[in-house]
Each structure stands twice: as C-alpha cells, then as structure tokens.
Nanobody
Framework: QVQLVESGGGLVQAGGSLRLSCTAS????????MGWYRRQVPETLREMVA????????NYADSVRGRFTISRDYGRNSVYLQMNSLKTEDTAVYYC?????????WGQGTQVTVSS
C-alpha cells in the first residue's frame, strides 16, 4: 500500500520559515514527479505550489517563486519544501504529491498557518 507521510507544518509568524518533508513508501518504482500542492480556505481546489520532475528544473507557482525551494532525495523517495519569507496568504493545508505515469498519490495534508 502506497503511503505519503508529511511532516513539518505548524504555526509561524510572517517572515519566518518552515520546512516540509514527505516520504513515499510502498512504491515499487521511484516517482517521476514529486511536489507540493495547497488548499486555502475557503477554496476547494488544490493549487500547485512546487513540483520537481526527474531530470527537469523545478516548477514553482508565481506566488512562491524566490521564497520557496523544492528538493528531492531520490534514493529515499522523499521531497522537501523549504519555505522562507512566509506570508499570511501562504496559510493553507499543504499536500504532498507523487506521480508516475497513471499512478497518482497524495499525502494526508499538513497545516501551515502564518500569523501576522
């Protein structure tokens, strides 16, 4: 059974930093894409924050480019999101994503709250 386990969310003041981590287990072959999405209340859809595809450059949402950095540990099927200069509008539930061809997996979500 595939599981994506996230950690690192929490409460931080505006201007602060957090680092999210996610490790995928139960995957027979390494993910091609790993990344982070977020859902901001009251929105119901998740928006892409950052993704990293094997052999490609990172892809960032315009709203986080220059502040967030995505990285992967391919040997551990892990993905990380370093979030700096956090803003109140970054408050959301952040979801880890892993994809390989027709297989798509999501983590359970971790809350990030940025206070003013």
């Amino acid at each position: 059974q595939v599981q994506l386990v996230e950690s690192g969310g929490g409460l931080v003041q505006a201007g602060g930093s957090l680092r999210l981590s996610c490790t995928a287990s139960g995957i027979a072959s390494g993910p091609i894409v790993m990344g982070w999405y977020r859902r901001q209340v009251p929105e119901t859809l998740r928006e892409m924050v950052a993704t990293l595809t094997s052999g490609n450059s990172p892809n960032y949402a315009d709203s986080v480019r220059g502040r967030f950095t995505i990285s992967r540990d391919y040997g551990r099927n892990s993905v990380y999101l370093q979030m700096n200069s956090l803003k109140t509008e970054d408050t959301a539930v952040y979801y880890c994503y892993s994809g390989r061809f027709e297989n798509h997996y999501w983590g359970q979500g971790t809350q990030v709250t940025v206070s003013s």
